[in-house]
């Protein structure tokens, strides 16, 4: 500890006072510096004990007016943040609901083709070995038009199941770009995480405040910029629940409406 | 409007531009080239042959609405029909866009038929 090396001199001096009392067996006068030393060694710890509390406030007093933890609590940044991430989930689900419901719509129709594709085989072969009676042969081209139409419109139901799925994972552009904005929440949270600590340890004294010092400030100059580069960020896809509904428009209708008005 | 015209989808999200290709593949237009941001963009229309533009807005790098503003500065692209699809749909970001001469504005998510809709609505006028 500091005050172990940095005795002052009146404590030295007494110190050495008591040795030769005590060793000249002034009992009492022994006693009497022992008792003020003691005192000047508690006066000294209260005034440390003194300057780390005003240490501690001072650090929060400066963190609380440069930092944006205030205004991520109290701003609601952060439930906006559980927000968009429930948002993400339910999007997720929806598309894998959609995914899933078209899968299952389309596995009966390949199951169907492929059996109607094996039945038509067995008896083509066999037509074009000439195993065939002619009534069978009637059967076989009544059958093979019943499956032509059917393969025919269940290709076409298929085809839309495809393309059901493929608009389906548009979720991953849309959920990155909400996600993308909680990672920066996360960041900025991050940094003022790292700057208390830095404000912190430069009033307790335990860094090289020259080497610190500097830095910190810096961090905190920047703070205008990151927020100015905030207010110009882009608003990214509509969160339900975030929506600032005077500026935002509902959907495509009212794109198209807006723009019609613009002369377009 | 020519089927065979050169297409050069620009967006972050490469899931969106497969999305937007296959799409365009569906109407008939089979000649896309990609790119992941405005940046990349740029060279690519430098380079010459392509007819028509669909960009996202918000993306690392160069955003959409400053790869429009580049296009419309340069003599040689300014003319070039730009569709902008992108999940943006504030009002003043609409008019900003629609400031800067975009063609076409598409909201996300979108429907194939919507993307007909406006690239078949941006051709009527440029042919008529």
């Given at each position: 500890?500091?005050?172990?090396?940095?005795?002052?001199?009146?404590?030295?001096?007494?110190?050495k006072?008591?040795v030769?009392?005590?060793?000249?067996?002034?009992?009492?006068?022994?006693?009497?510096?022992?008792?003020?030393?003691?005192?000047m060694?508690?006066?000294?710890?209260?005034?440390?004990?003194?300057?780390?509390?005003r240490?501690?406030?001072?650090?929060?007093?400066?963190f609380?007016?440069?930092?944006?933890?205030?205004?991520?609590?109290?701003g609601?940044?952060?439930?906006?943040?559980?927000?968009?991430?429930?948002?993400?989930?339910t999007?997720?689900q929806?598309?894998?609901?959609?995914t899933?419901?078209?899968?299952?719509?389309?596995?009966?129709?390949?199951?169907?083709?492929?059996?109607?594709?094996?039945?038509?085989?067995?008896?083509w072969?066999r037509?074009?070995?000439?195993?065939?009676?002619?009534?069978?042969?009637?059967?076989?081209?009544?059958?093979?038009?019943?499956?032509?139409?059917?393969a025919?419109n269940?290709?076409?139901?298929l085809?839309?199941?495809l393309?059901?799925?493929?608009m389906a994972?548009?979720?991953?552009d849309?959920?990155?770009?909400i996600i993308?904005?909680?990672?920066?929440?996360?960041?900025?949270?991050?940094d003022?995480?790292?700057k208390?600590?830095?404000?912190?340890?430069?009033?307790?004294?335990?860094?090289?405040s020259?080497e610190?010092?500097?830095?910190?400030?810096?961090?905190?100059?920047?703070?205008?910029?990151?927020?100015?580069k905030?207010?110009?960020?882009?608003?990214?896809?509509?969160v339900?629940?975030?929506i600032?509904?005077a500026?935002?428009?509902?959907?495509?209708?009212?794109?198209?409406?807006?723009?019609?008005?613009?002369?377009? | 409007?020519?089927k065979?015209?050169?297409?050069?989808i620009?967006d972050?999200?490469?899931?969106?531009r497969r999305?937007i290709?296959n799409?365009?593949r569906?109407?008939?237009?089979t000649?896309t080239?990609?790119?992941d941001?405005g940046?990349?963009a740029?060279?690519?229309?430098?380079?010459?042959?392509?007819?028509?533009l669909?960009?996202?807005?918000?993306?690392?790098?160069?955003?959409?609405?400053?790869?429009l503003r580049?296009?419309?500065?340069?003599?040689?692209?300014?003319?070039?029909p730009?569709?902008?699809?992108?999940?943006?749909?504030?009002?003043?970001?609409i008019i900003?866009?629609?400031?800067?001469?975009?063609?076409g504005?598409?909201?996300k998510?979108?429907?194939?038929?919507?993307?007909?809709?406006?690239?078949?609505k941006?051709?009527?006028?440029?042919?008529?």
């Amino acid at each position: 500890m500091a005050e172990g090396i940095n005795l002052d001199d009146a404590f030295i001096r007494r110190a050495k006072e008591l040795v030769v009392c005590a060793e000249s067996g002034n009992d009492e006068e022994a006693k009497a510096i022992l008792d003020e030393l003691i005192t000047m060694k508690e006066t000294s710890l209260f005034q440390e004990l003194g300057k780390l509390t005003r240490d501690v406030h001072e650090t929060f007093k400066a963190f609380r007016t440069d930092s944006r933890i205030t205004e991520l609590a109290e701003g609601g940044d952060m439930a906006d943040a559980k927000e968009r991430l429930n948002y993400v989930i339910t999007m997720t689900q929806q598309a894998a609901d959609t995914t899933m419901e078209q899968i299952e719509h389309a596995i009966p129709l390949c199951e169907s083709i492929t059996s109607g594709t094996s039945e038509l085989l067995s008896g083509w072969e066999r037509f074009t070995h000439r195993q065939m009676a002619a009534d069978e042969f009637r059967q076989l081209s009544k059958t093979l038009k019943v499956f032509l139409d059917s393969a025919n419109n269940d290709s076409k139901t298929l085809m839309s199941n495809l393309n059901e799925i493929m608009m389906a994972q548009s979720y991953q552009d849309l959920t990155g770009q909400i996600i993308y904005k909680v990672i920066k929440l996360v960041e900025d949270v991050e940094d003022d995480l790292i700057k208390l600590i830095r404000l912190s340890s430069k009033h307790m004294g335990q860094v090289d405040s020259s080497e610190r010092e500097p830095a910190a400030e810096k961090q905190l100059a920047s703070d205008d910029d990151d927020n100015n580069k905030q207010k110009k960020s882009l608003d990214g896809p509509v969160v339900p629940g975030l929506i600032d509904e005077a500026e935002t428009l509902a959907g495509q209708d009212e794109v198209d409406d807006l723009l019609s008005s613009l002369g377009f | 409007m020519n089927k065979d015209m050169k297409i050069l989808i620009v967006d972050d999200f490469s899931t969106m531009r497969r999305i937007i290709k296959n799409l365009l593949r569906d109407l008939g237009f089979t000649n896309t080239v990609e790119a992941d941001d405005g940046t990349t963009a740029v060279p690519i229309l430098a380079a010459g042959g392509i007819d028509f533009l669909v960009t996202d807005w918000n993306m690392p790098g160069m955003q959409g609405i400053d790869l429009l503003r580049h296009v419309r500065a340069d003599e040689k692209l300014s003319k070039m029909p730009v569709l902008m699809v992108t999940a943006e749909q504030k009002r003043e970001q609409i008019i900003e866009a629609a400031q800067a001469g975009v063609n076409g504005y598409i909201v996300k998510p979108f429907t194939a038929a919507t993307l007909k809709e406006k690239i078949d609505k941006i051709f009527e006028r440029i042919d008529s």
